[in-house]
Structure formats: structure tokens, C-alpha cells
T-cell receptor, first 108, second 112 residues
């Protein structure tokens, strides 16, 4: 089976930094995606990591350690509009498996 | 580009009825995926097609579920007969090669 684990819910304050972790154990691995999903909407792409290390994209950064089966999404300068679910997904050679998502609540 | 198009957006039906969900992938994308999302189980991969051929349907929960992709621009997911536990949001997604997945807006299915 495919195991992808994320915390269920997190709360952070506007303007702060939050890190959302993801651990995975899958039968194959070709890369890791992070998606954002607002309530009632479809998931939208945030980032993609293939190699170990940090990928930075504006306020969002994503880190991958293939040897540890671990990734995190870092959100800086949090805004109210960042309140959403964040889904970690493993590309298992063109089959994409998702974690259950982390619901992030941003408070004023 | 119009993106991945799903229909209907909402479907309410009675237990035992047949339900057909439709998807038009992004033109040029060679892989198509059907997912089901619930609070309890998150986003589950049901089936995926590559070049219109079903590659892996191991996520399809029961024989009541079937999916087809008769051509590169159209796919259906059918549930017959439907049951209340099938109530969920069903997403279709498509991708070109090893790039990122693009999702449709989803179909909210309620089986009463």
C-alpha cells in the first residue's frame, strides 16, 4: 500500500511562518507535489520536488529528503487567504497518491 | 485553455439509481485520473488511464463502479447501482507526461 501522513489540522497567526510536514512510504517514488485546496474547490498546484533540498517560490517553499521519506511545506508571511487544506502527493511513476491533507487555519 | 471540465457539478440521486459522471481532460494531456474525496478517507485514486487505456483500476471500490475513456477527450465514471456510502466529491484530473496534475471542479454526489 501507499502511506502518506500529514497532520490533520494546524492553526497559525497572520504574518507568522508555518511548516506542514509530510512523511511517505510508497512502492515507488518519482517526485513529490504540494497542492492547496480551498473549501469547496479543486486542488491547485503549489510545488514539486524531485531532488533533495529546498525549492523556493515566493512565500512558499518546499523541502524534500528522499532518504528519509520526508517533505515539508513552509508558508511565510501568512495571510488570511492561506486558510485552506494542503495536500502532499507522491508521484509513483505516473500514479499520484495523496495524503489526507492538513487543514490550516490562519487567525488574525 | 478551458482546463479539465467535469459535469454535472452536483448530482442528487436515490439509492439504487445509476449515476454517470463525465470528464473532458485538457487537450494534449495523455493521462487521466478519477479520484474520490471524503472527509474520512481524503483523496482516493480510483482509476487512471494512459493514452485512453485503463492502466490501474485497483482503487475502484466495487464492481458497481466502472470507468471508460472512449477517446482522448472524454471519460465517464459510472456507479450502478448507487448507494448512500458513495456520496462524495468525485474529481477528474489530467496530466501531460510527468508534469503536474490539473483537476476539474469536481462533482458533488449525494445518494439518498
Amino acid at each position: 500500500g501507499q502511506n502518506i501522513d500529514q497532520p490533520t489540522e494546524m492553526t497559525a497567526t497572520e504574518g507568522a511562518i508555518v511548516q506542514i510536514n509530510c512523511t511517505y512510504q510508497t512502492s515507488g517514488f518519482n517526485g513529490l507535489f504540494w497542492y492547496q485546496q480551498h473549501a469547496g474547490e479543486a486542488p491547485t498546484f503549489l510545488s514539486y520536488n524531485v531532488l533533495d533540498g529546498l525549492e523556493e517560490k515566493g512565500r512558499f517553499s518546499s523541502f524534500l529528503s528522499r532518504s528519509k521519506g520526508y517533505s515539508y511545506l513552509l508558508l511565510k508571511e501568512l495571510q488570511m487567504k492561506d486558510s485552506a487544506s494542503y495536500l502532499c502527493a507522491v508521484d509513483n511513476f505516473n500514479k499520484f497518491y495523496f495524503g489526507s491533507g492538513t487543514k490550516l487555519n490562519v487567525k488574525p | 485553455d478551458a482546463g479539465v471540465i467535469q459535469s454535472p457539478r452536483h448530482e442528487v440521486t436515490e439509492m439504487g439509481q445509476e449515476v454517470t459522471l463525465r470528464c473532458k481532460p485538457i487537450s494534449g494531456h495523455n493521462s487521466l485520473f478519477w479520484y474520490r474525496q471524503t472527509m474520512m478517507r481524503g483523496l482516493e485514486l480510483l482509476i487512471y488511464f494512459n493514452n485512453n487505456v485503463p492502466i490501474d483500476d485497483s482503487g475502484m471500490p466495487e464492481d458497481r463502479f466502472s470507468a471508460k475513456m472512449p477517446n482522448a477527450s472524454f471519460s465517464t465514471l459510472k456507479i450502478q447501482p448507487s448507494e448512500p456510502r458513495d456520496s462524495a466529491v468525485y474529481f477528474c484530473a489530467s496530466v501531460q507526461g510527468d508534469e503536474k496534475l490539473f483537476f476539474g471542479s469536481g462533482t458533488q454526489l449525494s445518494v439518498l
